[in-house]
């Protein structure tokens, strides 16, 4: 096996099934794409004309006018990648640390949590549909309460975060299984000194834990933006479905309602772009966390 392993040749041969395959589906798409929304128009069969306007489609995106609504479907999606890391992350990480510090029926209430990620966004969607057309309104009615206007999936001002909730229940088990296999594999002898120093509770977590599985708290931060960011599947169930609250509903209703797929190739590029600046941002983000630990874990030495 070592011997396979030494060997460049025989390391190519086994990757390269994977590589092509990768590139086929992700990277040529992606590259068609950018083509495809410099153009006027994508050409419907062989031998139609279209020409180059170069990036006249990026630029209508965020042209300023009644009916262009992706400047706040961009907005949305940062609101809702807000939500996520402000509400969804931390939860996630107390039920972690709760669980992971030792709990009667561990493995039953992480599994417990668990069980909304193996269901289907779809079948989530519409049982979340449900009770806000059913339940909800029942409850209202018992406690005298009012409805807002048009219901809470039609109305502006809620429908977002009747989006969110479904999503807070359904992925909260997911980041909450990455934090807790981390903390899990953090040596028990660094636990142990640190509790024999009389480090408890909140300051267990704040000092040793958290820091220590810093690198799954990127990966969990990694997954809810570019999750937030091409969110399509749970807001297209539950909200109207010509409705353009997002990105990813947006590109969706211009290119298969509107038949515009430039301009919707266009704003496919957009996510693209969207992901890949936010992930840069945050390796810089925790690469100037690691510079801060370090300086002041020298500081301590050298007080």
């Given amino acids: 096996m070592k011997r396979v392993l030494s060997n460049k040749w025989s390391i190519a041969v086994f990757v390269l099934p994977t590589v092509l395959f990768f590139t086929y589906i992700v990277i040529i798409p992606i590259f068609k794409s950018f083509y495809y929304s410099l153009l006027s128009e994508i050409p419907a069969k062989v031998g139609d004309q279209s020409e180059f306007v170069w990036f006249e489609n990026y630029i209508k995106m965020f042209t300023p006018g009644r009916r262009n609504a992706f400047p706040e479907a961009v907005l949305n999606s940062l ?128 000092r040793i834990q958290i820091p220590m599985i810093k690198p799954m708290l990127k990966v969990c931060l990694s997954f809810s933006l570019i999750g937030s960011f091409k969110l399509f599947d749970t807001p297209w169930i539950l909200l109207e479905r010509a409705n353009k609250s997002l990105p990813a509903l947006s590109m969706y209703v211009e290119m298969f309602s509107n038949h515009k797929y430039s301009y919707a190739s266009a704003q496919a590029m957009f996510i693209v772009f969207e992901c890949l600046a936010f992930t840069v941002l945050l390796n810089i983000l925790f690469k100037d966390w690691d510079g801060f630990t370090l300086r002041r874990g020298r500081r301590r030495l050298a007080a």
Avoid: C
């Fill in 79 to 206: 609101y809702y990648a807000g939500l996520s890391i402000f509400v969804q992350l931390p939860f996630s990480l107390l039920i972690a640390l709760i669980l992971a510090n030792g709990v009667k029926s561990e493995s039953l209430y992480r599994n417990l949590f668990f069980i909304p990620v193996v269901i289907s966004s779809v079948v989530i969607s519409l049982l979340w549909q449900r009770i806000y057309k059913d339940l909800v309104p029942s409850i209202y009615e018992i406690f005298h309460l009012t409805l807002p206007k048009n219901g809470f999936l039609a109305n502006k001002d809620t429908k977002l975060m009747a989006v969110f909730l479904p999503s807070l229940w359904q992925f909260v088990g997911y980041h909450m299984l990455l934090m807790y296999g981390a903390l899990k594999s953090i040596p028990t002898d660094v636990i142990e000194a640190a509790t024999v120093d009389g480090a408890g509770g909140v300051r267990m977590a704040l």
